[in-house]
């Protein structure tokens, strides 16, 4: 399960030099959002190894912020106020 | 050990995932490649993570965490895309 954890991290790598790199700002919108779920994963993965259940409340509130966070986002680039 | 291979195939769906997104060009390709992977990567690897663990009282927390995740995550991509095609069909220059 530590493998799966180290696969999980490892992942937001490439996603962190789409975030720096990225053409559009959309880009790096969506790589953020990715690396926002795995974080959350990895979240939870780490409260089930170390027998610790307050990393999965941690992990919850980072989902639901990252969600309104990146929706936030997508609709203040929709008006045309976006970075290109 | 079911719950061990669940999340195993869970970041093998990941991994692919990532590997689509650095991969693409178009901003909604990656959109496919992103919204696919961490929708069923991510929701496989939870799932293993509850039969991984057996009944504790910690399995209804990452059950409302995939809930959430399931419920949110189709709404992000789709925003993003939203966004993406208005502002691209609306904006002055056509990049």
Redo the contacts between chains.
């Keep these: ?1 530590s ?2 954890e180290g ?2 991290l490892a ?1 937001i790598v ?2 962190l ?2 975030l720096a790199r990225g053409p ?1 700002a ?2 790096r ?3 953020y ?2 690396a926002a ?2 974080v ?2 990895v979240l ?2 780490s ?2 190894l170390s027998q610790q ?1 307050v990393l ?2 941690v ?2 509130v980072y ?2 912020l990252s ?1 309104i966070g ?2 936030a986002l ?2 203040f ?2 008006r ?1 106020e ?1 970075f ?1 | 050990m079911i719950g061990t291979a669940l999340a195993g195939c869970g970041a093998l769906l990941v991994a692919i995932g990532t590997f689509g997104i650095v991969r693409f060009r178009d901003v909604y390709s990656r959109l496919q490649a992103s919204g696919v992977s961490d929708n069923a990567g991510l929701t496989v690897v939870l799932l293993g993570l509850i039969l991984y663990e057996g009944w504790a009282p910690i399995d209804w927390m990452l059950l409302f965490l995939l809930v959430l995740m399931l419920a949110t995550n189709p709404i992000a991509t789709h925003s993003i895309a939203k966004s993406a095609f208005v502002q691209r069909h609306t904006g002055e220059d056509s990049s």
């Design positions: 399960m493998i799966v696969v999980l992942s490439p996603l030099f789409i559009t959309w880009d919108l969506l790589a959002n990715s779920n795995r959350a994963a939870a993965i409260a089930v259940p999965l409340d992990a919850i989902a639901a969600f990146v929706v997508a609709r680039m929709e045309g976006g290109r």
